[in-house]
């Protein structure tokens, strides 16, 4: 049980009341569940709204009430108490508000700094997800449309993480599939002896992968070889394995490289791991009657969609989606993840929609979303240039992530070297700072968006220190930071000998909002909506400089440690965000 949650504590309270105001033994209406919404600040913090619902059902039967209004006031007067709540009301059709108590919020935080923030950590009903991020394609450029895979990607393991779900993080790699043919006979080519055969050689992975392309397309010869060399991969031929291993070792020296600078964790389980998974899964559905002959292909077709799921190629080779069914299957059979998500454009949407309502006709998924086991895919819009056409470079290439990260933090270096504080650090300290800023910059510009929507690719917008930026929160978190130090207390003892009072308005704004963060982490996890939990972060920032900050003096106060606290807790909450957002606080500015 979650503790932190305060929605599902008050659904907890009016779970009791709406049993005694309507009690199921009548078989008048089912058990409602309590239905709480953060309400406007006009009539409370939290309403349960299930008075109309209710009345709606008993209206036709013989009832005491007299309208929605009397059910509501009923509810009210049912609740049982509880030192969370300072005063209830019922206003219009029923609708019951709730003012929380100061004291209870007040203990909450205080709970929290102790016990630490993890205690208010979600609880979600599985132990095991995969999610399927990243997964960029060997032999080309991982680009700026990876990197939204890999951003958000990275975002949701976290926030389940953080939920106590085992999370397997896997890198469903492109590395497999005729293209190989062509690259391996390519390599033979260009390096006779195989020794000869490594990443400074070879150079750009791109290049060369273009350059094969222009000897395929030109020559029929070597086409033909080309075609060839996938059969004796397939077939396991050794020479044509060590070529493609060579080929995919290099591709994934340059992923690592990206991963690294984004301090992300993946685990590669690429397609060619599926391969032999293949013909058992297909014979399975085969069996269930799933699988029908169609132009020379082997394909299911899913209900409402015109086009098969093409499962076995006319060529009688396998493809995109027999390998994901293979990964579905061994990810529901053999890994037992209860939560399977995937990242990719929503390009790919009706790929995964064929996939996942074969799954359910195999009767591997339930057949309603909401229940366990569950596959969902996310998909999010391009990303796009100034021009609102694709980010690409100004010689229409695609724009290379490291390129895009190394400038990334030489434009923030830059800025913070323009400070007057900064222009004393040591090198490292600038270094440090400006990488965590510039790549927490490009992060945030990322999930701060609606994931669905294209989003436009911006240096000066995602650097600015003002608005809603990573680096703007991350100069607020220093600044809180830097409050603290220079009070010269010790908070840890604070911490254990004074007791948080929240009497300003101003404190009991920023109190209530710190206590909610719990339920919008489980909103933002369930819903897999990184942008939820973003919004809170630059709230919980606005509702600290503009309301508590501005009107609340802190150091030289008489309210002095109960208000270090505060700023501690909001310290606290900020980079439990900042983490699941993958970005690295900063302490000083
Ligand atoms: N490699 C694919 C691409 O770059 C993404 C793979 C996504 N995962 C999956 N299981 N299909 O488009």
Request: charged residues 25%; negative net charge; hydrophobic residues 40%.
């Amino acid at each position: 049980e979650n503790v932190g949650n305060v929605k599902r504590q008050l659904a907890k309270l009016f779970e009791v009341s709406l049993r005694a105001t309507v009690p199921t033994e009548t078989d008048i209406v089912p058990l409602v569940d309590a239905c709480i919404v953060k309400s406007g600040v006009r009539f409370g913090d939290y309403q349960c709204n299930n008075a109309m619902g209710i009345w709606s059902k008993i209206r036709g039967e013989q009832t005491e009430f007299r309208g929605p209004a009397a059910v509501g006031q009923a509810i009210m007067q049912n609740l049982p108490p509880s030192d969370m709540l300072e005063s209830c009301s019922v206003a219009g059709p029923g609708f019951v508000n709730v003012v929380l108590s100061r004291n209870w919020i007040a203990e909450s935080l205080q709970k929290m700094l102790i016990d630490g923030i993890d205690t208010w950590a979600p609880r979600l009903p599985i132990k095991r997800a995969v999610v399927d991020f990243s997964s960029p394609n060997i032999a080309k450029e991982m680009h700026v449309g990876h990197l939204r895979s890999t951003i958000i990607g990275d975002t949701f393991a976290r926030m389940l993480e953080f939920s106590h779900v085992e999370v397997l993080r896997r890198n469903h790699v492109g590395d497999w599939g005729t293209q190989f043919g062509m690259l391996i006979e390519f390599l033979f080519e260009k390096f006779p002896n195989p020794e000869d055969v490594n990443e400074a050689a070879i150079g750009d992975l791109q290049t060369f992968y273009k350059a094969s392309k222009v000897r395929f397309d030109s020559d029929p010869e070597f086409k033909q070889r080309a075609q060839q060399a996938v059969v004796r991969l397939q077939g396991g031929e050794d020479k044509y394995h060590k070529a493609w291993k060579q080929i995919c070792e290099i591709s994934r020296t340059e992923f690592h490289r990206v991963y690294e600078r984004l301090d992300i964790q993946l685990e590669e389980k690429g397609e060619s791991f599926y391969n032999p998974y293949i013909p058992g899964v297909l014979e399975e559905l085969n069996k269930k009657g799933m699988i029908e002959d169609n132009q020379g292909a082997r394909v299911i077709f899913a209900q409402g969609v015109k086009v098969p799921l093409i499962v076995v190629k006319s060529d009688g080779g396998y493809n995109y989606a027999s390998t994901d069914l293979a990964a579905l299957w061994y990810r529901l059979n053999e890994e037992k993840a209860e939560w399977i998500i995937y990242l990719t454009d929503v390009g790919q949407q009706q790929h995964f929609d064929m996939l996942f309502k074969a799954a359910k006709r195999a009767g591997w998924l339930p057949a309603d979303d909401d229940s366990y086991p569950k596959a969902t895919h996310v998909g999010f819009g391009l990303v796009l240039g100034e021009d609102g056409k694709r980010f690409r470079t100004r010689s229409s290439e695609v724009v290379r992530l490291v390129d895009l990260l190394d400038e990334a933090k030489s434009r923030s270096k830059t800025a913070l070297l323009e400070r007057d504080t900064a222009k004393e650090w040591p090198e490292e300290e600038v270094e440090k700072t400006s990488q965590a800023v510039g790549y927490g910059a490009v992060k945030y510009a990322d999930l701060k968006n609606n994931k669905l929507t294209n989003y436009t690719f911006n240096f000066d917008q995602m650097l600015n220190d003002k608005g809603n930026t990573a680096v703007y929160l991350l100069y607020a978190h220093a600044r809180i930071c830097s409050i603290i130090r220079k009070s010269g207390k010790d908070i840890e003892e604070v911490k254990r000998i004074t007791k948080i009072a929240l009497d300003h308005e101003d404190e009991r704004a920023l109190g209530l909002h710190l206590v909610q963060f719990s339920e919008v982490v489980e909103e933002a996890c369930i819903n897999l909506l990184p942008n939820v939990l973003c919004e809170y972060l630059y709230n919980l920032s606005e509702i600290f400089t503009k309301k508590f900050y501005s009107n609340c003096q802190v150091v030289g106060s008489a309210e002095e440690s109960s208000r270090l606290l505060l700023c501690e807790a909001t310290a606290s909450v900020m980079r439990k965000c900042f983490h699941l957002l993958g970005i690295v606080p900063v302490y000083k500015i």
